[in-house]
């Protein structure tokens, strides 16, 4: 099993949500989040007066699936967030050990 952690564009949470939906992914966790890549944030003005924004806020998209199902997920995500500008996000794919449905005690694939 594979956890894939987003970090996207705040707009485009909808359009990787119907991806991934187009996929048979059954759910998703999205989390506001702040933060900064290589561009260290940007300038912004406001009234006339300049200032610097140091976190730029993005959304956090966490995706628990099988194995062969890992590489189209990625390619879905990259596919509906991408704009080809600075600041689409990154895509990060980990290893998970298990994973236990509380409610019926099911465990692996199943608890997916």
């Known amino acids: 099993m594979k956890m894939i952690m987003a970090i996207i564009q705040p707009f485009k949470l909808d359009a990787v949500r119907e991806a991934l939906g187009a996929l048979g992914v059954q759910g998703l966790t999205a989390t506001e989040v702040k933060g900064y890549g290589r561009q260290k944030g940007h300038t912004e003005i406001y009234?006339?007066?300049?200032?610097?924004?140091?976190?730029?806020?993005?959304?956090?998209?966490e995706i628990a699936v099988a194995d062969a199902v890992a590489e189209r997920v990625v390619g879905a995500i990259r596919e509906a967030a991408g704009q080809n500008k600075i600041g689409d996000g990154k895509i990060f794919v980990s290893t998970i050990e298990s994973v236990m449905r509380i409610r019926t005690g099911e465990t692996g694939d199943d608890a997916l």
């Open 47 to 61: 009234r006339g007066a300049e200032y610097q924004i140091s976190y730029i806020p993005k959304v956090k998209v």
